[in-house]
């Protein structure tokens, strides 16, 4: 495990759960809060300062990437190099330009690098995945996608938030990723989004506040909202389909009774209606429950969910999101290449753009 902060423990809870996952080592560049991670749990973890030295001694099977985002391009290419699968946490880095010199360290066949979407996942999505794809609820059509959260000054006090060259954006990038990654596995592919972006409170460098508008291959449009300005906080999905709305109302995970089916009034089959609401099982999504998939294909030697072509799919939506705020219009799916400046840097050089000139609306 690279990387001894607040999310480690989740990885570290998520490795308890299976018995063919054995926690051999930590690092971190603070060795107070190494040891105390080590201490922490049930495992007799390794310590290490020096990533380096961490991968030629214990040569590892699987890396927990758990670091802040700046960071990952560099740990994630060392560990591949060395032959060690990759489970990368959100976000996967900070550009298009960064993301494909990091995935180009993969092998043919592996090892290969997955990233922490653990929304994806747990009974509740895949259910809901599986009624989408064989059309159980028709055609979908409008969507909503919200991340509106709560973030205080405090939570900014560490030095790499709030920051576009440490965190690479603001609620687009860092929080509402989550929710926007489930809504892609839900819809599919995205084809062009119109956004605006804001800092309206927070003394931040990168926007707290954004909204889109996004149309998908399918046809199907959705409003997204992402920020760290809502004291009542909530993460919403909501499909409004020609045969049913299903919602999805949780905050940072979720469970089968946090999924509300409601039928078009011509669908009237209470059969039907009772099979959108009882899934065969109820698995939390969580860490765990993505770390299973991960290990499986691990074994099986096939590629592992959230795949380096997941990985690119959300980023390339953030990015174009950021995109549209800065320029005032319309970004589609494949037009971000090499010569563009927002391939380069998420803020194409135009951060001031993306925050309302600099200025905050404090009062």
């Known amino acids: 495990m690279i990387g001894t902060g607040a999310v480690a423990a989740h990885h570290l809870s998520a490795m308890s759960e299976h018995d063919d996952v054995e926690p051999v080592a930590a690092v971190d560049v603070d060795p107070e809060r190494l040891n105390a991670f080590r201490r922490s749990g049930e495992y007799e973890l390794r310590g290490y300062t020096d990533v380096d030295e961490m991968l030629s001694t214990e040569s590892p099977d699987l890396v927990s990437v758990c670091t802040p985002p700046a960071s990952h391009v560099e740990l994630v290419t060392s560990s591949l190099r060395n032959g060690a699968w990759v489970w990368c946490e959100k976000p996967p880095c900070l550009s298009l330009a960064s ?3 990091m995935t180009a360290a993969q092998g043919t066949d592996g090892p290969y690098v997955s990233f922490v979407f653990q929304q994806r996942f747990g009974s ?12 159980e609820l028709g055609t979908p059509l409008v969507a909503h996608c919200q991340t509106t959260w709560y973030r205080d000054s405090e939570y900014f006090a560490a030095p790499w938030r709030g920051k576009w060259e440490t965190e690479g954006g603001g609620p687009a990038m860092g929080h509402g990723i989550h929710q926007l990654d489930l809504l892609l596995h839900l819809l599919g592919p995205w084809t062009e989004v119109r956004a605006m972006t ?23 449009m959705a409003t997204v909202v ?4 809502s004291p009542d906080e909530m993460s919403r999905i909501r499909l409004d389909c020609s045969e049913a709305t299903v919602e999805l109302t949780h905050l940072y995970g979720h469970r089968n ?5 409601t039928p078009a009034p011509h669908v009237t089959d209470e059969t039907r209606i009772e099979r959108w609401r009882t899934p065969e099982h109820d698995e939390p999504s969580s860490h765990g429950a993505m770390l299973r998939e991960l290990v499986a294909a691990m074994r099986e030697g096939g590629r592992p969910p959230c795949d380096e072509r ?5 980023l390339e939506l953030v990015t174009a999101l950021y995109k549209s705020a800065a320029t005032g219009r ?3 799916s494949g037009e971000i290449g090499p010569d563009d400046p927002f391939h380069t840097v998420i803020h194409g050089g135009f951060p001031e753009k993306l925050t309302g000139n600099g200025e905050t609306t404090r009062s």
Not at 202 to 218: M, Y
Not at 310 to 314: A, C, K, L, Y
């Open 99 to 101: 993301y494909e010199e």
């Open 124 to 135: 509740g999505a895949r259910h809901a995945r599986e009624l989408l794809a064989t059309r």
């Open 198 to 220: 804001g800092r309206l409170w927070h003394e931040v460098d990168t926007e707290d506040v954004s909204t889109a508008l996004v149309r998908f291959e399918s046809g199907a």
């Open 226 to 229: 992402n920020s760290l300005l």
């Open 257 to 261: 009774e946090d999924w509300r089916y």
């Open 310 to 314: 997941d990985g690119r799919r959300i």
């Open 330 to 332: 319309e970004v589609r």
